[in-house]
């Protein structure tokens, strides 16, 4: 699956694509404020968890200059039972950032989510400080199911509570 949002293609992750991945990744690791992976993983062990670990992984690149901009993954949330809800990742480059990425790969990710054949997207952690994020998933119709008192280490707040986010995809 391909689309165009925004001066945006979002298309599938091809291995030759993650030096760029790497960018993008590495930096938001490392700042630890919005996954819960540890702030010193390492490339190999990154690769695994973003790229190897889920069922589909996209990017989404600059048209007009071939620039890779920001990655999501799809997958699982749970197996077994669990398996037709959507679990994704997102991280968008520091220099894209404001440019309305996120919300396009948000929103293709949707599609993307149907197109494997899910019926809901769960994120079972999202920090109350993550508010760019936030915003995205209110405007894409995410309800916010549960709230989880300091779930997330903050590395500058301390612990903060983070949100469980869902939205039924089905008809």
Do not use: C
């Not at 749970?78 to 037709?84: E, L």
């Not at 494997?116 to 997207?121: Q, S, V």
């Amino acid at each position: 699956m391909s689309g165009d949002r925004a001066g945006l293609v979002i298309r599938p992750y091809d291995a030759a694509d993650w030096p760029a991945v790497w960018r993008i990744v590495e930096p938001v690791i490392r700042a630890g404020e919005t996954y819960p992976e540890p702030a010193d993983l390492d490339e190999a062990a990154a690769r695994s968890w973003w790229i190897e670990a889920h069922r589909a992984v996209f990017v989404a690149v600059d048209r007009a200059d071939g620039t890779l901009l920001g990655t999501y993954y799809l997958t699982d949330n749970k197996p077994g039972q669990g398996a037709h809800v959507a679990n994704a990742g997102f991280m968008v480059g520091p220099g894209a950032r404001g440019r309305g990425v996120g919300r396009a790969m948000g929103a293709h990710s949707l599609e993307a989510a149907r197109a494997l054949g899910y019926l809901a997207m769960q994120f079972n952690l999202v920090a109350v400080t993550n508010t760019a994020s936030l915003r995205i998933w209110d405007a894409l119709g995410f309800t916010r199911v549960g709230l989880l008192p300091h779930a997330f280490r903050h590395p500058s707040q301390g612990l903060v509570d983070a949100w469980v986010l869902y939205r039924w995809l089905g008809d």
